[in-house]
């Protein structure tokens, strides 16, 4: 802390205090000297005398009260300059220890600032080499890039082929499905047909019923009438034929369903469609002839021709009715149609399942697929 500027020092003080005792000194002079002037002159009378004693009286009070305040004030800032002395000598050892450390920091600092010019000019070395090795391989001939390139273009040029032919496929797709939909509501329309047509068969079933309950009472009326049965040599040998005939007939039949299916587990889906379609032409209306129509569809369906085993599903359900492999052509349509991303379809016809078949395997399995559709 620099105190120069406001502490007044003892050689300050005292060419202040001998300016101040000697104008006090002239004017007391001057009183003087003003007295005798007066006495001297014989012009002055008892008032001035008087007057000039009170005056010189005043002044001298003056001066003595000039030299006490002077003398008070000197003391104090005696006092004062020595407080000051004392706070001034650990502020210069506070000064020093400040240099001191300051000075050990300015080293560590300059040692520090050394070792990182150092390293820095070791890096830049270290970075001037490998800029020098790169600029040496960038002269190098580039013929791997340019191969690369090459087998990028040509990469590109096949994609480009595939996304064109894919484009193409997608059209014919789209075309494909529209017409499946025009298919798909005729079957909706024949299929409403064919219910209205159930509906006029299960009254008209009613009314068989009744009449057969009517039959069966004559029947039983007419049995007890008669006494005696017919003995066996009795019974017309044409209903022997036509036995044995129907047996035969039953034979040929599970001979060639038997070949078919047996075929389709071969894993030969060309062969086990074309016999199966083969046991339709000769069979069309016996009690495995839904099974064989529903093994049809099951053949596109295994080589994800699924539009055209929707269609042979379609032909279970309408021509067989009645018939147990209904509630399988039903969920396979479904799954089908889920195939083909016809989710709305999809979903119409498993709830048919679950509503129609509630209690079969069918349905749960409808349920799950329902369930896992987005």
Known sequence: M???????????????????????????????????????????????????????????????????????EKEELRKELSTLRGELSPLKQEVSSLRSELSSETQKLKADLLLRLESLQTETRILSTGIEEY???????????????????????????????????????????????????????????????LKTNEDRLKGSDERLKG??????????KLVTKPSEAEKPPLLEEKVSDWKSLSARIGDLYREAYETFQKGDLE????????????????????????????????????EKAILEYEKVIVKYPEGDKVPSALLKQGLAFLELGDKTNARTLLRRVIERYPKTEQAEIAKKRLESIK
């Open 2 to 72: 620099n105190l120069k500027g406001w502490l007044i020092t003892e050689t300050q003080w005292n060419p202040l205090y001998e300016r101040t005792e000697k104008r006090m000194k002239k004017r007391f002079l001057r009183g003087w000297i003003l007295s005798g002037m007066i006495f001297l002159l014989g012009c002055a009378t008892t008032q001035d005398v008087r007057i000039l004693d009170r005056e010189i009286r005043r002044l001298e009070s003056q001066w003595a009260q000039t030299q006490n305040r002077d003398q008070k």
């Open 135 to 197: 600029k040496e391989y960038l002269r190098r001939p580039t013929r791997e890039v340019d191969r690369l390139k090459g087998e990028v273009e040509a990469r590109v040029r096949t994609l480009e082929e595939r996304g064109k032919s894919q484009d193409e496929h997608f059209r014919e797709m789209a075309i494909r499905m529209k017409g499946i939909e025009e298919q798909l509501k005729a079957i909706e329309a024949r299929w409403r047909g064919h219910e209205d047509r």
């Open 215 to 224: 039959i069966e009472e004559r029947l039983k009326g007419i049995e007890a």
């Open 271 to 306: 062969g086990a469609r074309k016999k199966f379609e083969a046991f339709l032409t000769q069979y069309p209306h016996t009690e495995l002839s839904d099974n064989a129509q529903f093994w049809i569809g099951e053949t596109y369906f295994l080589k994800k021709d699924y």
